[in-house]
């Protein structure tokens, strides 16, 4: 099971949801469905990064596209944005 598989009825499996990523270039778009809402932005952007093949290599971030406000590691990713939400990954070598 991955981090974002919610298929095994647990914890959060009650509050997932949705939401579209896609990268910094535009080339690969992914529908992330199912998500659990309690899982914190770092372990989504782990996921997003290797279902969309990106260097595994490369620290990633997720930046809430409505807002361009970059997501906080730590947090959950259901207290960060709305169900249905476009997000970008995007290296994290820039952010500092």
Known sequence: MTAL???AAGPGAQDAFRFIATDVTG???LEVGDLQSSLP???VARTVA???SLPDNVPW???DESTSVYLD???AIGD???PDARVA???RTHLG
């Open 5 to 7: 598989d919610t298929t």
């Open 27 to 29: 080339t690969n778009e």
């Open 41 to 43: 932005a770092s372990a």
């Open 50 to 52: 290797d279902r969309m």
């Open 61 to 63: 971030a997720l930046r």
């Open 73 to 75: 590691d730590d947090v």
């Open 80 to 82: 960060q944005i709305v």
């Open 89 to 91: 990954i995007t290296p």
